[in-house]
């Protein structure tokens, strides 16, 4: 189920930048409790709230820890799969939606 | 060169114009004015409207030149100044009387050159076939199982949206639906509104009213549909979490990423800000999910 979202952001904006636009973002501290957080994927900040894979270094290679935490972590965020081939459908809803808007 | 162009449009333009009026009025002036008396100035009516109308108007009776009311009144009757008044009483009536059926035609012509109709056909009925015996094919061609269409029409029909006050009745709510969700289905051509028209038979103007009618219709629902989550879908979410990884990390229950919509092209404005890294033009979204009703319907 979605929760939130935050549109209108250019296609070249990261997603970092992107992600501070969203109400998550701006009230974290009212939607997590206290060890409370979210998944993302590495593009997103490290936070007591957000937790995302491990990066691997400009040299060197992830530990073992590491690479295990990394391949529990991916299970968990596997519904990213699910959701984006919904991307080209959602495609003209938001364009219809926009239109009305104006 | 231009400068020809644009006198050749207006003087086509003019002469459009002008045979429909001429048509108009001789119908009006054969049915209505009959018994009266038609006074007309000819100056008059080539400043009305910067064309030639003497032509129709001889036809019609009398033509005095108001200009000279002595002459008028001697060719068409010798009687005191009490008839120059009801002339001219005359006169003004016929004039109002015709600026208005003018004005009535100009503003109830929608059509200036009637085409023949563009032929259609219908694929619709496929879809209450395709519900019964293949439902995989209803879910290809508008991307919501039957159920799920069903739940859908029973969620947005009764929005007000979908009831005029007139005696033309909209297309049925579940018809407006699969021509929105076959747009949403479809992107490029095939989501254009005549593509569009042309599987469900209807007309081009009646695709549009439609998808926008749906979508007011959906966005009603907006705030139920997305929601920060309460405690019982907070809970869904932090089991399905215990279940796929560990006990330890079931309070991690919100889920973040982002999408983009590609753009059919190149936006005017800004245009190299919307490339992204994919090669597209597009436009951001982020999402926070829950782990709670995994199926994403629309």
């Not at chain 1, 491990?54 to 295990?68: I, S, Y």
């Not at chain 1, 959602?90 to 926009?98: I, L």
């Not at chain 2, 004039?95 to 009535?104: H, S, V």
């Not at chain 2, 209807?202 to 959906?218: N, Q, Y």
């Amino acid at each position: 189920m979605i929760v939130d979202y935050s549109v209108g952001h250019t296609g070249s904006v990261h997603d970092s930048w992107a992600f501070r636009s969203t109400r998550t973002f701006r009230e974290h501290e009212h939607i997590f409790g206290a060890g409370e957080w979210m998944w993302a994927d590495s593009a997103y900040p490290s936070e007591m709230w957000s937790v995302s894979p491990f990066k691997k270094p400009a040299r060197g290679e992830l530990d073992h820890d590491q690479k295990t935490f990394n391949y529990h972590l991916s299970k968990v965020s596997k519904i990213h799969n699910e959701f984006r081939p919904f991307g080209s459908c959602y495609r003209f809803v938001f364009v219809s939606s926009m239109q009305l808007d104006c | 060169m231009l400068e020809e162009l644009r006198q050749h449009h207006l003087t086509t333009q003019r002469q459009r114009f002008q045979d429909r009026v001429a048509s108009a009025l001789s119908d009006v002036s054969s049915s209505g004015t009959s018994d009266s008396m038609s006074v007309v100035s000819e100056s008059d009516a080539g400043s009305f409207m910067s064309i030639d109308m003497p032509d129709i108007l001889t036809s019609d009776g009398f033509i005095i030149d108001t200009d000279n009311p002595a002459s008028a009144t001697s060719t068409s009757d010798s009687d005191s100044l009490h008839s120059i008044s009801n002339f001219e009483i005359d006169y003004y009536i016929n004039w109002e009387r015709r600026y208005r059926e003018l004005l009535d035609i100009i503003q109830h012509t929608r059509v200036l050159r009637p085409a023949p109709p563009i032929p259609k056909c219908s694929q619709l009925h496929l879809l209450d076939h395709w519900r019964a015996y293949s439902p995989e094919r209803f879910c290809r061609k508008l991307r919501v199982a039957p159920e799920t269409f069903d739940h859908l029409v029973n969620k947005i029909e009764n929005h007000p949206i979908f009831h005029n006050n007139s005696n033309n009745h909209q297309l049925p709510v579940h018809i407006q639906l699969s021509i929105f969700l076959f747009r949403a289905g479809h992107y490029g051509n095939s989501s254009s509104p005549e593509d569009t028209a042309q599987w469900s038979g209807i007309s081009v103007g009646a695709v549009e009213k439609s998808t926008d009618r749906v979508v007011i219709a959906l966005l009603s629902h907006h705030d139920q549909a997305i929601h920060l989550p309460d405690a019982v879908e907070k809970e869904k979410s932090k089991a399905y979490v215990e279940e796929v990884v560990c006990p330890e990390w079931r309070d991690g229950f919100l889920l973040a990423d982002g999408s983009k919509f590609p753009f059919y092209q190149r936006p005017g404005l800004h245009g190299d800000a919307w490339f992204d890294k994919d090669g597209a033009y597009s436009i951001d979204c982020q999402v926070n999910l829950i782990y709670y009703d995994l199926c994403i319907c629309i």
